[in-house]
């Protein structure tokens, strides 16, 4: 009996999780929970810059991949503030020391 009692409130706790995250993703605000993010090039035509993350518990790792003939420009917003940041061409990751809720094209 405990053990069903145990396993009912373990799956209490995860399903409002599991609603929370759809919930952020059906009003746009996925960027808080982590997120995808894909921008066009101007050079060449077609290509794009690709960015995820997902938040972590002290700081954040943004992976890209940079399909650009240059580097791409991003703002990060990190809190309150926000910073721009130039990817290079080519795959990476970036480590933030902070949460960061979003990332937008241009600086």
């Known amino acids: 009996m405990r053990r069903a009692l145990a396993a009912c409130a373990i799956a209490s706790l995860v399903i409002p999780v599991a609603a929370t995250s759809a919930a952020a993703a059906d009003t746009g605000r996925a960027e808080i929970l982590g997120g995808r993010y894909s921008f066009s090039c101007s050079s060449p035509k077609g290509k794009k810059a690709n960015y995820s993350f997902t938040d972590g518990m002290s700081s954040t790792t943004i ?20 910073q721009c940041w130039s990817t290079p061409r080519g795959k990476g990751k970036e480590i933030f020391q902070a949460g960061v809720l979003s990332i937008t094209k241009g600086c």
């Open 63 to 82: 992976y890209y991949n940079n399909h650009c003939s240059k580097r791409f420009k991003v703002r990060v917003r990190v809190g309150v503030a926000s």
